[in-house]
């Protein structure tokens, strides 16, 4: 649901600003849209050198 119309939601996202220098692991390697979305929240990340998928390259 929208934050427009529930109030969770509307509190929640006030919270993501709190993120911000939060500390954050994973354990595949993450994508570059992923990986894009923790630093604009200021997350720092790290992550297992293991990708999510056994193919070497992403078709």
């Known amino acids: 649901m929208p934050a427009k119309t529930n109030p969770e939601a509307a509190r929640a ?3 993501v600003k709190n993120l ?5 692991h994973v354990t595949t390697i993450l994508s570059s849209v ?3 979305v923790f ?3 200021g ?3 790290t992550c297992d050198p293991k990708f999510q998928r056994k193919a070497l390259y992403r078709m």
């Open 39 to 41: 630093r604009s929240l």
């Open 20 to 24: 911000r220098g939060c500390d954050v």
């Open 43 to 45: 997350v720092l990340v």
């Open 13 to 15: 996202l006030e919270q």
């Open 34 to 36: 992923d990986e894009s």
